[in-house]
């Protein structure tokens, strides 16, 4: 079955930076898009990054690009993010998740960014 697994998450001061990993199973990673989702305190599900199986073609939401950097390693298995000029806004779970979600998704990562 779909396994996901997030990893990476922590406390942050604001303006630090974070990188999140995912480990995938159970699915052709290598011919799958992935994405990062993030749920803030008492908000809903947010997809904040999105990258297509060629590890090239990337997307990003208005609220994280510029500071936020998607990747991939196929061989591994492994989707990163890469979190750069944290602000207190990005608190939050984070998920991983095959396409654009919302699921399958793993346990997901805390991320607390303190100002």
């Known amino acids: 079955q779909v396994q996901l697994v997030e990893s990476g998450g922590g406390l942050v001061h604001a303006g630090g930076s974070l990188s999140l990993s995912c480990a995938a199973s159970g699915f052709t990673f290598g011919n799958s898009a992935m994405s990062w989702l993030r749920q803030g305190p008492g908000l809903g599900l947010e997809l904040i990054a999105y990258?297509?199986?060629?590890?090239?073609?990337?997307s990003y939401a208005p609220s994280v690009n510029g500071r936020f950097i998607i990747s991939r390693d196929n061989a591994k298995n492994l989707l990163f993010l890469q979190m750069n000029s944290l602000k207190s806004e990005d608190t939050g779970v984070y998920y991983c998740?095959?396409?654009?979600?919302?699921?399958?998704r793993g346990q997901g990562t805390q991320v607390t960014v303190s100002s």
């Open positions: 990258i297509k199986s060629d590890g090239v073609t990337t």
């Open positions: 998740t095959e396409g654009m979600g919302p699921t399958p």
